[in-house]
């Protein structure tokens, strides 16, 4: 399927509750912005309030449905602090119709040999355990949707390794087992997994790792949004337990 051309109707995500991690910047950032553009209220998690308050203005400045802020530092965060997420979003929504696992960490490029175990264990935290014990917890509301859609960022360096990237691969190899488990699980369900490697794409994440990058020519986060928005509304109804890329989706390499 090529989603090139993909024009989402205005109302796609009318009166649906999507929950994005990592909102504060990049490709969340950019998301949250596209989902509410297109009539979702979007619970904005992240670990920089600051960052998450600026989107939040941005949204309610442009008169699309107000979000709600929910601050959580994913590496640091319990299994019962997502279940006090959980039972928050129940009382003051009830149900949720789609989570985009977007929050990831990417501290350097090392040899494994070289690889601090302390900061190991913190990049497989915040990129893999934080969206088993969210969408565990989540389970429920989501299964209170018509349909749901739970989207993972995942990056080709999770389907194929590469030298120096060490927990952060390890970590997306991890997610898309996890994307792949849930399919299994939930196919006769109204809620739909799926996965997307976004590809190069202009962030603050990559300039860190690639400083010396010309920038200016990867694509911005926004053209990722037709893919996005496709994922995660109902149009994508039938798309279920698939690895995706933008390249396959669009026909664009860049």
Known sequence: MKLSEYKPEESLLKDRAILVTGAGEGIGRQAALSFAQHGATVILLGKTIPKLESIYDEIVDAGYPEPA????HLTGAAPKDYQELADTLKTSIGHLDGILHNAASLPYLSRITDYDPEEWAQVIQTNLNAPF?????????LQAAADASVVFTSDSIGRKARAFYGAYAVSKFGLEG???VLAEELENTAIRENSIDPGPTRTQMRKKIFPGEDMQQLKTPAALMPSYLWLIGP???????????YSELTGDST
């Open 235 to 245: 149009d994508s109804k039938g798309t279920h337990g698939q690895a995706l890329s």
């Open 69 to 72: 802020i929910y601050p959580m």
């Open 178 to 180: 996890l994307m792949q």
């Open 133 to 141: 014990l969210l969408t565990q917890a989540c389970l429920p509301l």
